[in-house]
């Protein structure tokens, strides 16, 4: 559920993410995804609770994961468009896999590893592919160096697993998640206002913020962090930490028939075998699970 929360918020995501800027759109992103997860928490009541133990780690997730991620995922898309940045950032399932082995103990074994590779080399298969030879799109243009949209998008996985696994023994405590999400958007909203005010040029909107920016933003605040994070923290309550990464990263996949359905952009025949194996690699999971 929250990968197909990231699937439908990318549709959102892309034509603000390029007017506005990087910084300038996660920044209003967050605003609107603070709010709407603070009325959620103070109507839940979960926010009770919250100590400082657990407000100081949520905030250097959220740094690390929504501040630091977030911002260089979007600026990753605004060099390689969404399909090429989505294939980048599905490596952070990778990345979980690897350090929820080293630093948690948690080992993918058996018929689940198998699975899992096929999972991840699904996604990344149906990505790669997913561009036919007759494609012009706009979000297909490389802006900039290649080599630094490359290196944004690593960054980005690589703060998505850190900032995720780090708060794995805090959600088997049964904190409220929501109230969690809450304060990590919160305090990486705060980092991004620290940086506006810092006046270095980059963190200003590149264009003003027009209305239908703003539906935009908010639907994607609304849909990939308020309800997709959230998800996520309550998937690391039950589940192996890798596992959830692995299960997340097919947004991708996710995204091939919403961009034929929404954009008319039927995706190349060879990324539905990428994506028949990535279903393969879920079902060989579950099955063994």
Known sequence: MAAASWAVSSLFSAPPAQRLG???????????ASAILWALALAGGGWRDLDAAAVGL???????GIFIGDTALFACMNRLGPRRSGVLFA??????????????????????????????????????????????????????????????????????????LMLKPLMATGID???ASA????????????????????????????VRD?????????????????????????GQAGLVAIFSSVTPVLLLPLLWAVYRRRPAARAWLGAALAVAGT????ARS
Not at 58 to 64: E, F, I, P, Q, R
Not at 188 to 201: E, V
Not at 283 to 286: M, N, P, Q, R, Y
């Open 177 to 179: 998640a929501v109230s």
């Open 58 to 64: 949520l905030g250097l997730s959220g740094v690390v």
């Open 91 to 164: 490596t952070h399932a990778m990345f979980s896999a690897l350090l929820a082995w080293l630093f948690l103990g948690e080992l993918i074994q058996g018929w689940a590893l198998v699975g899992s590779a096929l999972l991840v080399g699904g996604v990344m298969m149906a990505v790669l592919w997913g561009k036919r030879e007759d494609e012009s799109h706009g979000w297909e243009q490389t802006r900039g160096r290649l080599l630094i949209g490359v290196g944004l998008g690593l960054v980005a996985a690589l703060c998505q697993s850190v900032a995720t």
């Open 22 to 32: 990087a910084f300038a759109f996660s920044r209003w992103r967050m605003l609107f």
């Open 283 to 286: 079902a060989l999971i579950l």
């Open 214 to 238: 703003a539906l935009l933003t908010f639907l994607s605040a609304a849909v990939a962090m308020a309800l997709g994070m959230t998800l996520i923290l309550y998937a690391m309550r039950h």
């Open 183 to 210: 304060v990590r958007m919160s305090l990486a909203l705060a980092a991004h206002g620290l940086l506006l005010a810092s006046g270095w040029p980059g963190a200003r909107a590149k264009q003003p913020l027009r």
